[in-house]
């Protein structure tokens, strides 16, 4: 292979770097596969891709590198910005050293080094291809000066093509995560700036470029993802030379990161997938993910969490009796949320004393968990370690530990509480010290690891920012209590799902979607959350039957089959249910064991049925020989009964048999109007299920019914 120009392919992707000369590589192709191509017809290709000279503009042709600076006549959005007392503003940077070009089984990887000898900084770029068909690039910057180079940012980008005419990133805000929000891709910049120190209820965990009309099923798609929790800046750019650029990484507050002679910074990873189809660029996300050694390997045990249950009100009595009802209906982990320790019987005091009340629990926690762990189940534990109320021990004894802006101001209130300083070694080293003797003390198999607020003028007790290092912080908390504790499993929630990224997955194996249990509401989250990791990484629980957040009464069926394909749990009080419900709460969690490592290790597969109010999804196991299916009725349809609905993902050349999953349809709460194979199933291809269609049974709005469909054996 030529190492001027590299071309890497993989499950039906291609990328195209230029190496050749003494500027920054050009990414010349990010896209469908391009076939084979040789050294020679890859030279061909590469004399091709500059457009010609228009008028007024500068006498060297403007090409957007990796890097794309005013030095190159890029006048966007710059790759680099910073300054060293005001000077060395403009880099031009150089290559130093031949690419280095890595290539594994697990990855292949380009590192190219440069200088700007002038300003004294120093470049490496770094762009790999993970299996599956997925990339990810980032750079590293150094000052080689001899005084303070201030950087105020560094974006990573990738090209798109001119077909990719319209913009798809999703917001949100608490209890409605991961709302979409499509929009032509015009001339100028779309910019999601987030300055909230953590990835945000309505940050865009995806931001997609594509072809208009793109879907999940088809349409050309470009998407992009930054590997981090703290502050950052998404940019989607289109400049009148024709270039379209989407680029992503770390917003910087001014004076954030002063590089030091010899100092480096390191940007957070910034991933692309590149799909025909929201599906198949998901699905690169996914294999990545599961790829690593990290990633959960057993069954994702069922739970039952204690918050909607019982809130702050913890009981022994009442808590076991939720365990038994838990035990009882097949749960298989107990997670105690918020309210165990401190003086925590509300949310205005006790946050940062992670020591057991005796108040709450005057007997520790042992009762508790004893009676947990002999019903078979493990025991969680909710922590929010980074937070303090100022009403607590910790706060009082150590108020220069709270993050603020510098002098006597505290930042305004959030629920209460403030955040704790951990890029200070003194309050790093007592909570961790805390949560360790937590976790030596007891039989604690998990932790719900919370965030509740946002990070307003975070700065440490010298006045300085500190979002990116007490980013790094809490990264080197979890992971050194991961270090620590063997065989532990951390949770990512914030607020609900205001911390989803592959920054803080590197180390925790779920997430919360949403502090938002209504069924309905679940739906979009839960589509979009997907959209980025695979189901078992997203906690998906059964809330009550009248919703805490929204006041809507949802059937057990439409909330079990939201809830089924994740991260299966319970969060409701199953003290209050009556011995009917409950035999039906065990009916789904049954079911859901029954198909869970289908459900786990299989392809997530979304439908663009055109009816909105009507979802179709499912999973495909990966030789797609066996698949379950959803169809969510999330409104009242115009057309009534509903008609055929296509199944996405299927094999066509496979023949299956369709039917049901039980408990579906059988159990109270769920309305279907029968269709006529409802009650034996049948049998069809791969291609009639998912060019044709199946006559779906008409629901009632907030219904969902789920489906089998497995190849058929030849005898039967
Ligand atoms: C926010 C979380 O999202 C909830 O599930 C719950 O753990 C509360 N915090 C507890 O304070």
Request: hydrophobic fraction near 40%; aromatic fraction near 8%.
């Amino acid at each position: 292979m030529s190492n001027d120009l590299i071309h890497w392919r993989d499950e039906h992707v291609s990328i195209l770097v230029d190496l050749s000369g003494p500027a920054l590589p050009r990414i010349l192709h990010w896209g469908a596969d391009l076939g084979h191509h040789d050294d020679t017809l890859l030279e061909e290709l590469a004399d091709t891709v500059d457009p010609q000279r228009v008028s007024d503009e500068t006498d060297d042709l403007v090409v957007a590198t990796v890097l794309p600076l005013e030095s190159a006549g890029w006048v966007g959005e710059p790759g680099l910005s910073g300054h060293r007392s005001g000077r060395d503003f403009a880099p031009k940077f150089v290559r130093t050293d031949p690419p280095e070009i890595e290539e594994t089984d697990d990855v292949r990887r380009i590192t190219v080094r440069a200088a700007d000898a002038e300003a004294h900084l120093e470049l490496i770029w770094t762009i790999e291809m993970l299996p599956g068909g997925l990339v990810r690039q980032r750079n590293r910057v150094t000052n080689t000066g001899t005084s303070t180079y201030e950087l105020t940012g560094l974006l990573c980008a990738y090209p798109v093509p001119s077909n990719a005419g319209e913009l798809l990133d999703l917001t949100g805000r608490h209890l409605r995560e991961r709302t979409p929000q499509r929009s032509p891709f015009t001339i100028g910049a779309h910019v999601r700036d987030n300055r909230r120190g953590r990835t945000g209820l309505d940050g865009s965990i995806l931001t997609f470029a594509g072809a208009p009309g793109f879907g999940f099923e088809g349409g050309e798609v470009w998407a992009t993802h930054l590997a981090w929790s703290g502050n950052h800046r998404l940019v989607a750019e289109r400049a009148v030379r024709g270039t379209r650029l989407l680029s992503g990484g770390e917003l910087l507050a001014p004076g954030e990161m002063l590089l030091e002679p010899g100092q480096s910074y390191e940007s957070p990873w910034w991933y692309g997938a590149y799909g025909d189809g929201i599906t198949e660029a998901s699905a690169r996300f996914h294999t990545y993910l599961r790829s690593r050694p990290q990633h959960p390997r057993r069954e994702r045990p069922v739970t039952i969490n204690t918050w909607e249950a019982v809130y702050f009100d913890h009981d022994l009595g009442r808590l076991k009796a939720l365990a038994d009802n838990a035990a009882r209906v097949g749960v298989e982990r107990f997670v105690l949320d918020d309210g165990w320790f401190g003086a925590r019987r509300n949310d205005r005091a006790g946050l940062g004393d992670w020591v057991v009340s005796a108040d709450a629990w005057p007997d520790g926690l042992a009762p508790l968990i004893d009676h947990v762990r002999g019903l078979g189940m493990e025991f969680g534990i909710w922590v929010e370690p980074e937070m303090v109320n100022p009403d607590s021990d910790l706060a009082r004894a150590h108020p220069e530990w709270i993050l603020s802006p510098g002098g006597s101001r505290l930042p305004m209130s959030w629920r209460h509480q403030q955040v704790l300083d951990l890029t200070d070694e003194g309050a790093y080293q007592h909570v961790l010290g805390q949560l360790d003797g937590l976790l030596r003390d007891h039989d604690i198999a998990y932790l719900k690891w919370d965030h509740n607020r946002d990070l307003l003028e975070a700065g440490d007790r010298h006045g300085h920012p500190a979002v990116h290092r007490q980013t790094l912080a809490a990264y080197a908390l979890m992971d050194e209590l991961l270090r620590r504790h063997p065989g532990l499993e951390i949770e990512s929630c914030s607020s609900g799902g205001g911390r989803v990224d592959l920054g803080v997955l590197e180390r925790a194996c779920r997430v919360w979607g949403s502090d938002c249990l209504d069924a309905l509401e679940r739906q979009q989250i839960q589509r979009w959350t997907t959209a980025l990791i695979p189901w078992e990484m997203l906690g998906c629980h059964i809330g009550s039957d009248s919703n805490h957040t929204t006041g809507r009464k949802q059937s057990l069926g439409f909330r079990a089959a939201t809830a089924f394909f994740g991260h299966f749990g319970i969060e409701w009080d199953l003290t209050k249910v009556d011995s009917e419900t409950l035999d039906d709460v065990a009916a789904w969690v049954t079911a859901h064991q029954a198909v869970r490592p289908l459900l786990h290790a299989g392809r997530a597969v979304t439908g663009d049925h055109p009816d909105d109010q009507l979802w179709v999804y499912g999973v495909v196991a990966q030789d797609g020989g066996d698949a379950v299916f959803a169809l969510a009725q999330r409104g009242t349809s115009l057309e009534a009964p509903t008609g055929r609905v296509r199944l996405p993902g299927l094999q066509p050349d496979v023949t299956y048999d369709v039917r049901p999953l039980v408990p579906g349809n059988k159990v109270r709460g769920t309305v279907v109007k029968a269709v006529p194979w409802w009650d034996n199933g049948f049998r069809a291809s791969g291609a009639a299920l998912s060019r044709m269609g199946l006559i779906a049974p008409t629901q009632y709005p907030e219904q969902a019914v789920l489906l089998r469909v497995t190849r058929a054996e030849e005898s039967s």
